[in-house]
Structures are given as C-alpha cells and as structure tokens.
C-alpha cells in the first residue's frame, strides 16, 4: 500500500518535472526565434550597408549601442561626405537599459569673431550657400566624447578603425555619393574640387576609387589621442589655418573653448508610447506638436480609405500650415525661453489648434500667423538598438550638400555651413549660439516596444518622421511600409508638394479644397528606425537613399 503510493506519487513528480521542462524549453526556443528578417540581438540602420554593419560589428565586439553608433558615424562621414563628418554637428537621444534618456547635443556654435552682418546676406529663397563666413564651430567630436563616456564599452580607438582602414583603402564611389559631385564648382571650394579631381583632371564620378587618405590621418590621430587633438592639438591649430586661408573668422579659442552639453528628453505621451524628444535647438516640438494635432482624431487604418483619405490628408497639411508659424519658437535655450517651446508640446495647446482647423476649407497664410523662413537639407540618422534594450536615436549633419563646401587640405576635414540656419530666424546672432534645426532623433517606448526612429532632409525631416509613425503605429503598417509610404510636403510659402506616387485622387481632392501645390523636383526625407518587440528587432534604412540595416 505505502509502496504503489510512492509509486504513484513518484511518477506524478516525474510528469510534472517533464512538463515544466517542456514549458522552460518551449518558452526559451521561442525568445530565441524571431521571425524572418528580424534580429535577435542587435540592429543598426545608417544610410548605408556599408555603415550599417560597421555598426554591427562593434555591437557583435561587446559594444554598446552608442559604441556602434559612433562607429557607424565614422563610417558615414566617409561613404557620404556631403551629409556629415567631423567638420559638423550631431544631436543624440540615448536611452540606456533602465529606460533613462538623456540628450547629447554637439551642434555647432556661433564663433566669437562671426562676420558682422552675415544675417543681411542670407539670400531670400532657398538656395545652397557655400564660402566660409558660414562656417560654425564643430561639435561632432565632441559628442563622440561626451557619448562614449557615459555610455561607451570598448576602448575609444577601437571604434574608429574600421572608419580609418575605409577611408584609407579607399573604395569605388557609391551612387548618392556621386550625384552630388556636381554640387562642386565654384573656385571657393578649390580644395573639395582638387580632391574629386582624378588623375586626368576630371571630376571624379560613380565607381571611381576615392580615398580619403588625409582623413585617416586625421582620424587617425584622433583615435590614439583623443578628442583633444581634434580641440586643442595640432589638427585645431591645421583646421584653423586652413579656414584662415579659405577667409573664415574661426580660431583656435572657439574650437578649444567648445562644449557639447547633456540634458533631459522631454518626454510626450503618445498613445500608448512615451516619445523621447531632444529639446531646442532640436526640431522635436514640431514633432510632437503635430503628432498631438493628429491623434486627437483617433486615427485608425479607415482613415487611409476613399473621402476619409483626403480629409487625413487635409487636416495633416493644416497642421503642418500652423508648425511653419511655430518654427521661430526653435531657439537656443541658452539665449532665449524655453516657455512657448514647452507650450508647443502640450497637448492643451495641440488641442486649441485643432479647433482652429476647418474640415471643409483652407485658409490664407496669415491664419496661420506664420513667418516665411528658408528650407535647409542634407544629413544623415541612424538608428541603434541593443541587446540589453538600450537605444541611440542620432541625427548629424554639416548642413548642406557638402556644408561650406570648404575642405580643410591638410585634415581633410570639410566644414559645416551651420550659421546659414539662423536665416529667416534671428536677426542678431551671438558667440556660441547654437543655430535652431530640423533635427530630432527620437526613441518611443511602450510596456511591450521600443521603437528607435529620425530622419535626414532639412526641413522634410518632421513629415518623414510624422508620416512613418502615423503609418505604423495608427495604421499598423510594417516599419518598411511606413517609410516607404509617399510622403507631402508644406513648404514655408504653405504650397505642399507630393512625392511622386502620391493617390492622385487625393491631390485631385486637396486641390479642389484650395491646396495650392507646388511641384518639387526632390524629396530629401530619408528615415531609418529600428523597433524592438518581445526581443526581437526589426530595422529599416530609407530606399530613397539606398540605406541597408544590419544586425545580427
Ligand atoms: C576661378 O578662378 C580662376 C583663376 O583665378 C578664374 O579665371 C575663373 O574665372 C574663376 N571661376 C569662377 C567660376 O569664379
Ligand atoms: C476622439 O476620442 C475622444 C475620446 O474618446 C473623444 O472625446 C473625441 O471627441 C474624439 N475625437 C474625434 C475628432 O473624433
Ligand atoms: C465650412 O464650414 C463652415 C462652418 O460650418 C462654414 O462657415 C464655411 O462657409 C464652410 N466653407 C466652405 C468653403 O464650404
């Protein structure tokens, strides 16, 4: 009797020992399966592979996202020059694996000597300005800096190898690279033209071996030395001479008197994400400001059919009408309040407009109250998610197609045209200012999400953005899908441009409602995001610049 009762009470014991291995084994083979074409660890999306899995690599090595991120910038500032490098500024939104977020802002500054009068120069509709008065103090490396000692993991030399063995090397010209050799042409940019200048004396194009080879010393040096060459040591005191030569006001105090700062996100519910936001000079307030405007419809997948269409459409463009008359309200913290900024964000304020946009009709341009300001481009974002949840969201920039389209012939550097951003936003400018920007690298977290996105293209940066996030996350479109979409665009003149396979229905319909267009021959928004859900990754780099992701 004792005995079958330990018999059976032994064989209960055996099952239930087997079930919860089966359960343990079941839960841990389905952590470890993601679906096809997501990561299980780690993901990068620059705009490019080749960027991408430089990323990668350094995550793969025991690095940290920004570990990978820096990497990956360095990369960048090499298979595409004309968006960023070490001659401009970045704006960083960290998130590390506790969910704390913080801001690294590196954008450039006003130098102390800046030409009197630069502001009454600027021209009064968009053009590319290049030439050396525009030029601001770099913040870039200063960022890495600042980025790599709160978060970094591998030593800082380690992350600018693969940057320097690439730029050494050298490679065949990548297309979105190529197409903007054209942009070099004047005799202000005699040192960018020599080094696009083949053997035969013509402009490099597509497919020719360019290599950066001054560069690499330059990072080179920055690798076993520090950021302090690059502020304080002898590629400054180069830098300097060499924008001296080009008649630029830069000297080696500003550079050495440089700081990049570090600061809270500011924080917005949306839905049932909080969206972290980098605070002004960052363009994140226009984000969230039209992001408020457009939840407050409850928007659904039906509103992307038939009339209900046109109507998302309608109030997105008059959402957009009101952010151009909000944009002087990007300042510098540091020489102006932040109060109406922070206003701009609230959903109270994003509420009070929505009540001022008719359904049926659109209106002149000063019910908007908006001031016309000039459109900027150029840039590059990359997304980056760990392992262990943590998170970079960086938007770098030297502003224009090649910045000052100055290149500095003994660092080989090339230099920001920051200072052209004050245009049609201040009128007195003053030493280290920081110019306001488009700029806003965002990370969104939910109970089950993280969700890592930013765009590139001046001022198409916010559309890219809204568009991308209104497609996935009310529309429930894939990451893919919801870049891809085909995005429009109010320009500040409030004349709204469409990308090319834009619902012809729809135009047809917003014209008809009073939407004056305005065809643009590009569209610059670039978005690459990376998403992690129940451990898995998804990341996705734009197509419209070619862009690749990579993880592992
Ligand atoms: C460039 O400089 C050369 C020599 O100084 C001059 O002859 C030429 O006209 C200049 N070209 C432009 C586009 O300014
Ligand atoms: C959106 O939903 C909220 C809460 O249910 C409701 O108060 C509001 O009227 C709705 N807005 C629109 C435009 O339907
Ligand atoms: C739009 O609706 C408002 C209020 O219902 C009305 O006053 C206005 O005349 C309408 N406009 C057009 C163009 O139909």
């Not at 700062?261 to 994140?284: L, S």
Request: hydrophobic fraction near 40%; charge should be neutral; charged fraction near 20%.
């Amino acid at each position: 009797m004792a005995r079958s009762k330990t018999r059976v009470f032994s064989c209960c014991a055996l099952i239930l020992v087997c079930v919860v291995v089966i359960i343990v084994c079941i839960s841990v083979f389905r952590r470890h399966k993601c679906p096809e074409g997501t990561f299980s660890n780690v993901a990068v999306a620059a705009d490019s592979g080749t960027c991408s899995k430089i990323g990668r690599d350094m995550l793969r090595k025991g690095g940290s996202a920004v570990d990978g991120a820096i990497a990956a910038l360095l990369c960048t500032s090499i298979i595409n020059p004309q968006s960023m490098g070490l001659g401009g500024g970045a704006i960083f939104t960290v998130m590390d694996s506790s969910g704390n977020v913080k801001i690294i802002n590196s954008r450039e500054t006003v130098p102390e000597n800046v030409k009197p009068g630069l502001l009454e120069v600027c021209p009064k509709t968009f053009q590319l300005i290049s030439g050396s008065q525009w030029i601001a103090v770099p913040g870039e490396v200063r960022g890495y800096e600042q980025a790599h000692k709160l978060y970094g993991k591998l030593p800082w030399a380690t992350l600018f190898q693969p940057a320097i063995k690439l730029a050494r090397k050298g490679f065949p010209i990548p297309p979105i690279q190529g197409r903007y050799l054209s942009y070099i042409d004047s005799n202000e940019t005699k040192a960018l033209r020599d080094f696009y200048t083949d053997k035969n004396g013509k402009l490099m194009k597509i497919g020719d071996i360019v290599k950066f080879e001054k560069l690499a010393d330059t990072l080179e040096t920055i690798a076993n030395q520090g950021p302090e060459a690059f502020y304080t040591g002898k590629i400054a005191e180069d830098l300097i001479h060499d924008i001296k030569e080009a008649g630029g006001t830069l000297t080696v105090q500003d550079l050495a008197s440089y700081k990049a700062t570090v600061t809270d996100a500011w924080v917005i519910p949306i839905g049932e994400y909080q969206m972290y936001i980098p605070p002004p000079p960052a363009g994140g307030i226009i984000l969230s400001f039209i992001l408020n405007v457009m939840k407050g419809y409850n928007l659904t997948s039906t509103d992307l059919i038939g009339e209900k269409k046109t109507l998302l459409y309608h109030r997105l463009i008059e959402a957009f009408k009101f952010s151009n008359g909000l944009k002087k309200y990007i300042r510098d913290p540091g020489f102006s309040s932040e109060k109406m900024a922070k206003t701009i964000t609230e959903e109270s304020f994003a509420n009070h407009i929505r009540s001022l946009i008719s359904d049926n009709q659109t209106h002149a341009r000063r019910y908007y109250n908006s001031t016309p300001y000039l459109d900027s481009m150029g840039t590059t974002h990359l997304s980056v998610i760990a392992k262990d949840g943590s998170a970079v969201s960086v938007t770098s920039t030297v502003n224009h197609i090649f910045g000052s389209k100055i290149m500095s012939p003994s660092t080989g550097v090339i230099l920001n045209n920051q200072l052209s951003d004050f245009c049609g936003r201040e009128d007195t400018i003053f030493p280290g200012q920081h110019p306001p920007s488009s700029m806003a690298p965002t990370v969104l977290k939910s109970k089950s999400k993280t969700l890592v996105l930013g765009s590139t293209g001046g001022n198409m940066i916010t559309i890219g953005m809204v568009s991308a996030l209104m497609n996935h996350i009310w529309f429930g479109k894939s990451l893919k899908e919801a870049i891809d979409a085909p995005i429009l665009y109010v320009n500040p003149q409030n004349l709204v441009g469409f990308e090319p396979n834009f619902d012809e229905n729809v135009i047809e319909a917003l014209e008809a409602m009073g939407h004056k267009q305005r065809i643009l021959s590009r569209f610059y928004n670039v978005v690459n995001a990376a998403e992690m859900e129940d451990g898995c990754i998804c990341a996705e780099s734009d197509a419209r610049k070619q862009g690749e992701a990579a993880g592992y």
